[in-house]
């Protein structure tokens, strides 16, 4: 009996391509590691990535044989990773982490783009290459939205904090007529007059006026009069009045402008998260545990995306950084135990803004919380328990598509 003949064995090849902003470096190995032509670069436009198709074509690649793959720096490869995808490539996105790793068993000292695209496909010849995950549209959309309201944010906190300060400086008695000096109607007078010299020469009847624009506050003629009062009897030395004047009102300009740009955002995720029938369930799922309200979901749902990719609840708390770093020599500990941090910075606060209001509204979990202190952790120690078990609570209903239930989630005493 004739035995059928072996197929020949298909030679496979490996792309490393190194992005950057105008251009990307290609390099491209065999199986065996050689070096298959030239590397080469490739523009970052539609030309470019038409060249890049032309060559490997040229090089006798066929794409059934390929593996592409990208470092994810930045965002700068997204759009390469799409066209690469839509023509029918296998591509992998590679952690810098791994690549940087692989880079140092191999004792690369120097750093260049034609050594960078040379490490991935290497890293990608070497089998222990891992995708990074990348986000569907969706998510992707929600993503930007929460990071760029959390930027907004950091921004508005600092504002107000540099608004604060100034204000201590200028008008220091301010807090005694009016409890918010950044409400709508405060903020604008004190945009219009901004130091304590400039309030003392305005008749009460214009701050009133100022005040009466916007509807729904309690500011009447005997508070203008108070203001205008403290104004006149403040210590203020009037150092620097026009310049320190000029600062304060841009301060609160920038306060307004940004507090608007927030409410639209929030308007923009809301709207996000009612568009699609999954996200409206998992928000659902989320805000039914107590303490847990649609902004706070609405990160979750962003840095989470498909909680599939988790294998475990450890896994996620791991990935967010939510247990203990700690740093031994001998033995010995050389600091204090510490979360470790890892993971966006904005996820871990809105969790732990979550739990401490859990610790109001959530009977089990601030019963947690107790149970805890009463084993002599402390406060901070024991909120960090509570909101890894929010987490390990969000990772059940997403990943069993459930609703809250304490009686299944509390099983036993933690």
């Not at 436009?45 to 390929?66: A, I, N, P, W, Y």
Request: net charge positive; with cysteine; hydrophobic share 40%.
């Amino acid at each position: 009996m004739r035995r059928k003949p072996t197929p020949p064995r298909r030679r496979m090849f490996y792309l490393g391509i190194d992005v950057s902003l105008k251009s990307h470096r290609c390099a491209l190995l065999d199986a065996e590691g050689e070096r298959v032509g030239n590397s080469f670069s490739i523009d970052a436009s539609q030309e470019g990535f038409s060249l890049l198709l032309v060559t490997l074509e040229k090089r006798g690649v066929l794409k059934e044989d390929l593996t592409i793959g990208l470092e994810a720096t930045g965002h700068l490869w997204e759009n390469l990773l799409a066209h690469l995808e839509s023509k029918g490539f296998t591509v992998k996105l590679l952690n810098p982490f791994q690549t940087n790793r692989y880079r140092e068993l191999l004792a690369k000292k120097a750093k260049t783009d034609d050594i960078d695209a040379y490490v991935i496909a290497g890293l990608l010849r070497s089998g222990e290459a891992q995708s990074c995950y990348v986000p569907d549209d969706q998510i992707q959309g929600l993503r930007d939205l929460v990071r760029l309201r959390n930027t907004y944010l950091d921004n508005l906190q600092t504002y107000r904090r540099q608004a604060t300060s100034l204000l201590q400086l200028v008008f220091p008695e301010v807090g005694s007529v009016v409890k918010d000096p950044f409400g709508k109607a405060m903020r604008t007078i004190l945009q219009q007059y901004p130091t304590a010299a400039d309030l003392a020469k305005v008749h009460p009847r214009k701050i009133e006026k100022i005040a009466r624009s916007f509807q729904g506050n309690t500011f009447d003629r005997a508070k203008a009069e108070a203001l205008v009062e403290a104004a006149k009897n403040s210590i203020y030395a009037g150092r620097a009045k026009f310049s320190r004047g000029k600062v304060l009102a841009s301060l609160l300009s920038q306060i307004a402008q940004l507090e608007s740009a927030i409410e639209e955002l929030d308007a923009t995720i809301a709207a996000s998260l009612d568009d699609s029938t999954q996200g409206r369930s998992d928000t659902d799922r989320l805000t039914s545990i107590p303490g847990i309200g649609p902004k706070t979901a609405a990160v979750l749902l962003a840095e989470i995306g498909e909680v599939c990719r988790f294998h475990s609840a450890d896994h996620l708390v791991g990935y967010f950084g939510l247990f203990p770093g700690l740093a031994e020599s001998g033995g010995k500990p050389l600091s204090a135990p510490h979360i470790s941090k890892r993971g966006p910075k904005h996820f871990r606060r809105a969790l732990y803004m979550a739990s401490v209001a859990a610790l109001k509204h959530n009977p089990e979990l601030r019963g947690l919380y107790h149970r805890k202190r009463s084993q002599g952790k402390a406060p901070k120690q024991a909120l960090i328990v509570v909101a890894r078990k929010l987490l390990t609570i969000v990772y059940s209903l997403l990943r069993y598509q459930t609703e809250y239930n304490p009686s299944r989630l509390f099983l036993a005493a933690e």
